[in-house]
């Protein structure tokens, strides 16, 4: 058996009474800058991490679809009319929308049902992209199995597809793109607009540092609300200004930006634009080995989103001065926001007693207890 595919194995078992054609996984991400960007045609800097979604999945002769993951042990039972006619409930919009995405985008392609059994130790609505990790492992076993011949960039755009579509949450193509992009100790630098990918090589180890996750199980969702409101404040933005998208803005642009636009909407488009800015120059930061002024970029984001882009939440706010308080060289808040996880690099040996005073600041102010761990850059979405 394929390492860490026993609990997937067994479920499809017990489900289907069958053996798997294969098993497929795909890891969730963190964004290490590049908030909010990515819908705006611009550059995002996440990595894959060493959390993911495994599937064993078989391929049918007919058109039937059944579904069963280890949230619920719950049989779905679909088939491909209902996947083309876009009829999902519940997780199965996830898996299923994938599989609508590709016939939109590929009608000529040979679709068949399957049998598909999905665990994950991604956390569910953390921000680290649990939904973009099941998308992907489905997009690259339905590429595998129906014999596509897709590249990556076009599982990610399926990806987002089904994200937009079937789940009806307006996101960009950042989270799809780390998941299938990633690579062992680097980050993915994307091109939003070209979707040209770059892997940018950390050695956060080698300097003796880690990336520490806390999730503040403040729950979020994309699909309505706050992200849906900054997507089309942005929108507006980029159009008041005359251009396709924020991303043809740079900061030389600000100060007319500030004289045509109401107070709101300037902030929102300044948090972009220089976010962008960020992006570039912590890639550069990165390549030459200087960390600490990735650091202060990773800080400098965290204050943009929480006074511009009014995205952070006092939980967050409290995990990055907690980390800035402990030494950390940056740290910020990551993914979309209103909730979630943030971030913070910082020596290894230093770990444990910040996750402690996170603890305990939570337990201070009688919020419930945060989940603090270290993520490392992993690879991408594969067969197994
Ligand atoms: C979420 C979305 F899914 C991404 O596309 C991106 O916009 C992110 O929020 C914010 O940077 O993860």
Known sequence: MTAGTGTVAAL???AFDA??????RAPGRVNLIGEHTDYNDGFVLPFAIDRA???ALVPRDDDRIRLISTFDEALVESDLAAVAANEFSGWSAYPLGVAWAIGERHPSAQQRGFDLAVDSDVPVGAGLSSSAAIEMAVAVALNDVWGLGLDRTELARIGQRAENVA???PTGIMDQSASVFGQQDAAVFLDCRSLEVRQVPLGFDAAGLVLLVVDTRVEHQHATGGYRDRREACERGAAAMGVPALRDLSVDDLPRARQLLDDTTYRRVQHVVTEDARVLESVQALESGDLVRFGEL???SHVSMRDDFEISVPELDAVVEAAQAAGALGARMTGGGFG???IALLPADEAEALAADVLQAFSDRGWREPVP??????????AL
């Open 19 to 24: 053996e798997p054609a294969g098993f497929w």
């Open 298 to 300: 990773m800080d400098a």
């Open 167 to 169: 789940v009806g949450a």
């Open 373 to 382: 761990f270290t993520v490392v850059p992993s690879d991408g979405a594969r």
């Open 340 to 342: 979630g996880c943030a």
């Open 12 to 14: 499809f078992r017990r």
């Open 53 to 55: 979604t495994t599937i």
